[in-house]
C-alpha cells in the first residue's frame, strides 16, 4: 500500500516533554477504513500520538503523514480531514446544541452551513435537544453532541480518545452504534479504551503500546489466529503487558 492508502503513517515519531520521551521513535501505519484501536496502560503515550495527528502538538522529531499529506504543513483542507474527540468535554456549557455545532462549523467554513447542522442534528436525533444548553445535558448525551460537532466539517479521520469511559452501560452501547455506523460510511476510526470487550467488538486492527513504544500491530483476524483471543484473552493480554511489558 503506497502512502496515500494510509490515513495515518508514522516515521521515527518522537515526542518528549522535559527529556522525558512520551513517544518513543514510533513507526505506525493506520490504514484507510475500519476502526483501529490503540491500547496500553496509563503514560504509554496513546493520548500524545493522538494529540499529534490532531494537531494540538507538536512532534519532537521524526514524520507524520495524514491521507498522504505531510502534517507538518497544517493547511485548512488538512485540518478539515481530521476530527478530534476528547476525553474530556470541551463544549461550551452556556451554548445551546444547536449553537455548538453552528459555531464549530463557522470555524471550519462550512457551507452551506444550516443544511450542514441540520443533517447532523437528525443523524444524532438531536431535534428535542437542540435548544438544551450544554450544561443541562446528562453525559452520554454530551458525549453524543461532541461526536455530532466533530461530525460538522465531514472529516474523513475521526480520534476517539476514551469515548465511553465513565458511561453507563446503555449509554455505551448508543456510542457504540455510532462508531458502528461511521465505520460502515467509509469513516476510518482511531480510538483509546481500556475495554477489553470495546476493542474487541469494534477494532478491525489493534496495536499495544508501552512506555511509548509499540509493542505490537495486527489486524483483529491475525491476532486471533495467533492467539485465539477472545475479550477476556486480549484483557489478559493487556495485563500482562502493563505489568510485565510482555
Given amino acids: 500500500m503506497d502512502e496515500a492508502g ?72 488538512l485540518k478539515k480531514l481530521v476530527g478530534l474527540i476528547p476525553q474530556d468535554s470541551n463544549l461550551e456549557r452556556e451554548f445551546t446544541v444547536e449553537e455548538a455545532l453552528r459555531v464549530y462549523g463557522r470555524l471550519f467554513g462550512v457551507k452551506p452551513l ?54 453507563d452501560p446503555d449509554v455505551r452501547q448508543s456510542i457504540w452504534e455510532i462508531i458502528a455506523s461511521l465505520r460502515n460510511a467509509g469513516k476510518t476510526l482511531v480510538f483509546t479504551t481500556h475495554y477489553m470487550e470495546e476493542a474487541e467488538r469494534l477494532c478491525d486492527h489493534i496495536a499495544m503500546f508501552r512506555q511509548g513504544q509499540m509493542v505490537f500491530s495486527d489486524t483483529k483476524a491475525a491476532l486471533q489466529q495467533k492467539i485465539g483471543y477472545d475479550a477476556h484473552d486480549l484483557e489478559e493480554l493487556f495485563i500482562r503487558l502493563a505489568r510485565e511489558g510482555v
Fill in 6 to 77: 494510509y490515513a495515518v503513517e508514522t516515521e521515527e515519531l518522537v515526542k518528549t516533554y522535559n527529556n522525558i520521551c512520551v513517544v518513543d521513535h514510533l513507526n505506525l501505519r493506520i490504514p484507510r477504513g475500519g476502526v483501529f484501536g490503540l491500547l496500553g496502560p496509563n503514560g504509554a503515550g496513546k493520548t500524545t500520538l493522538m494529540k499529534m495527528i490532531a494537531g494540538l502538538v507538536r512532534p519532537t522529531s521524526g514524520r507524520l503523514r495524514i491521507m498522504g499529506q505531510d502534517a507538518g504543513q497544517r493547511t485548512p483542507a
Fill in 114 to 167: 444550516d443544511s450542514r447542522v441540520e443533517q447532523i442534528i437528525e443523524m444524532f436525533s438531536l431535534q428535542n435537544m437542540r435548544h438544551k444548553t450544554i450544561r443541562a445535558l446528562s453525559g452520554g448525551m454530551m458525549r453524543r453532541v461532541l461526536i455530532a460537532r466533530c461530525l460538522v466539517p465531514q472529516p474523513e479521520l475521526l480520534l476517539l480518545d476514551e469515548p465511553t469511559v465513565g458511561l
